[in-house]
């Protein structure tokens, strides 16, 4: 009988890795960084609790870093096996890698701590990497596949259905929230006698009410009046994309006031060349607008600045203007250079799209911080901050026991483990799955918990 292992996403959200083994073989489905507070990124250093050469095939959902941050310490480490994903994770997954390979050498140079991998790793890991598309068997080993269905959370991403042992393993990988700007809805695999489900949201539903482009239209038309900037910063991979095309169809139907909006993030300027080329996986719905204006993320105002030296471009500027830069929870990248130099102006609109971990600097500036320190310098806060949670790219409580449920039990009773969340919303998402399926043994998965099956 086959064991599953759980070895990251457990008990916290991020550093997802899950080991299956059969009797002859090893399946590792993702291979994530720990995130967030230091006792949890301290793991990243950790060997890996199985002989990563020893592993068959790593089987990867999606391209976030928390699931596929440590691959290339896998490989590293000596797995040489094939890394199973669609098409456009391996591309999102090349840029993300390097982009991780560059921070860390940053961090070592900052403050000497040591890198888990470089960029040689990351090459390695790249040809190792094997594209399959969505509901297509991938055979494995013997009578052993995979597969993949689409989860609807960013370009790519994936749920999996592993069948090893002639036992079906379900993956939910991290599930979108419908509707999504861009990506159709999640789709299941259809049975299964194990689910292992993301409950990040567990408890929380997301509230559709409030209008994304009224709120991007209301900001900019302060930002307008004030003769000021307007600092959103995003996710390089789908937030920003999606933010584009929701200003391309404000500038497509004449809502969109005359304003420089700028682009300023390298790694979300390359990974558009890559949502550009797989248009094919986008809603029915983004696929009919293309028709008619096949650039989406295109329009007039809009400035990319891939360069260092366009970057600072910006500055020359006069205000009003939009700066939309990374990374999202503003703990590095361009925005960092935004906030230093329009934090303390009054005219400025700081607007906060996206989950702010604890710990992070954006965390502490929706929490009312009046000053932050950025390289040594304090800057006092005096710009307007608003807070709006409306592009979550995650399921919410609703969506995921949905999910859940779609997937019909092999057997009597079909067993769930709950993973990547925090304890108290795996608890609560525990009790509202049960309500549901009195049927199923719903357990929440602890770190390195290992279970016969
Ligand atoms: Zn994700």
Not at 89 to 104: G, H
Not at 111 to 131: F, H, N, S
Not at 392 to 403: F, K, L, R, V, Y
Request: hydrophobic letters at 40%.
């Amino acid at each position: 009988m086959p064991k599953l292992s759980f070895f990251g996403a457990a008990g916290a959200v991020t550093g997802s890795n899950f080991l299956i083994e059969t009797t002859e073989h090893k399946y590792v489905v993702d291979c994530g960084l720990f995130q967030g507070s230091p006792n949890l990124t301290q793991f990243n250093d950790d060997e890996f609790s199985y002989e990563p050469s020893s592993v068959d095939a790593l089987i990867v959902t999606h391209a976030h870093l928390d699931h596929i941050g440590r691959i290339p310490k896998l490989v590293r480490d000596g797995f040489r096996g094939p890394i199973y994903a669609t098409q456009p994770t391996i591309e999102l997954m090349s840029l993300t890698l390097k982009d991780a390979v560059e921070l860390m050498d940053h961090r070592n140079q900052r403050d000497g701590k040591p890198v888990i991998y470089e960029e040689e790793d990351v090459r390695r890991t790249m040809a190792l990497c094997r594209a399959v598309s969505y509901k297509t068997v991938q055979p494995l080993n013997g009578k052993d596949s995979v597969t993949f269905y689409d989860a609807g959370h960013i370009l790519g991403s994936a749920s999996v259905l592993v069948e090893a042992d002639g036992k079906q393993f379900a993956f939910s990988g991290d599930v979108g929230h419908a509707p999504n700007i861009l990506l159709p809805h999640s789709e299941t695999p259809p049975t299964a006698d194990v689910v292992v489900t993301e409950a990040t949201y567990g408890g929380v539903e997301h509230n559709d009410e409030t209008d994304r482009e009224k709120v991007l239209l209301d900001a900019i038309e302060w930002t307008i009046q004030n003769r000021g900037v307007l600092l959103i910063p995003a996710f390089a991979i789908e937030r920003s994309q999606e933010l584009l095309y929701l200003l391309n169809d404000l500038f497509n139907t004449r809502k969109l006031p005359k304003i420089p909006i700028f682009f300023d993030s390298p790694l979300a300027i390359e990974a558009l060349e890559v949502f550009e080329k797989h248009g094919q996986q986008f809603s029915a719905q983004v696929k009919e607008v293309e028709k008619k204006d096949p650039e989406i993320f295109s329009f007039r105002g809009l400035v990319l600045t891939p360069t260092v030296e366009n970057s600072k471009d910006i500055n020359d500027q006069p205000p009003p203007k939009v700066i939309i830069a990374g990374s999202g929870m503003m703990e590095g990248g361009r925005i960092f250079h935004h906030l230093k130099r329009y934090l303390s102006h009054r005219n400025t609109l700081l607007l906060v799209i996206g989950y702010q971990a604890e710990g992070t600097l954006g965390r502490r500036i929706v929490d009312g911080d009046k000053e932050i320190t950025i390289n040594g310098d304090r800057i006092p806060i005096r710009a307007t901050i608003k807070v709006v949670d409306i592009f979550s790219g995650h399921a919410d409580n609703t969506d995921m026991i949905e999910w859940v449920k779609n997937i019909k039990p092999n057997s009597r009773q079909q067993k769930v483990f709950i993973v990547h969340s925090d304890p108290e919303r795996a608890k609560v998402f525990q009790s509202n799955l049960a309500e549901e399926l009195p049927e199923a043994a719903i357990d929440i998965a602890q770190l390195n918990q290992v279970v016969e099956l």
